[in-house]
């Protein structure tokens, strides 16, 4: 099983949820859940999710719409979960403010940038991020820089805010008081 593709996990009715942290904030999970007549019992998908799908998710499944103005993020899982073959492709994003975090996945790829450092890694065949493919790799990261560009081009601009935590290198090396 390729973790790293999130997968959502239908085992013996259980209902469970297992995370671990996997870079930039992203959280790589396995989630079980049990709905008989809908999910098949024991099933299995390689669908990458993120957080959001679960709104969009729950939202189709009781038959209502997202309120005019505020679009969802995420889509809804629920084919997916009732066929688990039926997997498609897509890009997911996202960012923090701490540290100037940017992430983007693309299948087997995902490209992350740390206060301007950039790194492209495959999953594939590297899943805890170790090589960095952004040298040779130059026209790969160029275009997933594009498209997370575009993407944050969407999106309001992050509000002014202090922050408690360390938010730069130098706070790193020194402990705050």
């Known amino acids: 099983m390729n973790r790293t593709l999130l997968p959502v996990r239908v085992i013996e009715n259980a209902v469970a949820v297992q995370r671990r942290l996997s870079g930039a904030g992203m959280i790589d999970a396995v989630d079980l859940l049990r709905w008989p007549g809908v999910v098949p019992a024991g099933a299995v998908t390689q669908q990458a999710a993120i957080t959001m799908d679960w709104t969009a998710t729950f939202l189709e499944a009781a038959g209502a719409e997202a309120a005019a103005g505020y679009p969802l993020d995420g889509v809804s899982l629920l084919p997916t979960l009732a066929k688990p073959d039926a997997a498609f492709e897509r890009e ?85 008081s």
Request: aromatic letters at 14%; glycine letters at 4%; charged letters at 30%.
């Open 92 to 176: 997911l994003f996202w960012r923090m403010k701490y540290r100037s975090q940017k992430a983007m996945r693309s299948g087997e790829w995902k490209y992350l940038s740390i206060e301007g450092e950039e790194f492209v890694f495959n999953l594939a065949f590297d899943e805890r991020e170790r090589a960095n493919h952004a040298k040779r790799e130059p026209g790969r990261l160029a275009a997933m820089r594009s498209r997370y560009a575009d993407w944050e081009s969407t999106l309001p601009q992050f509000p002014e805010a202090t922050f408690s935590v360390p938010a730069t290198k130098s706070d790193l090396a020194t402990p705050s």
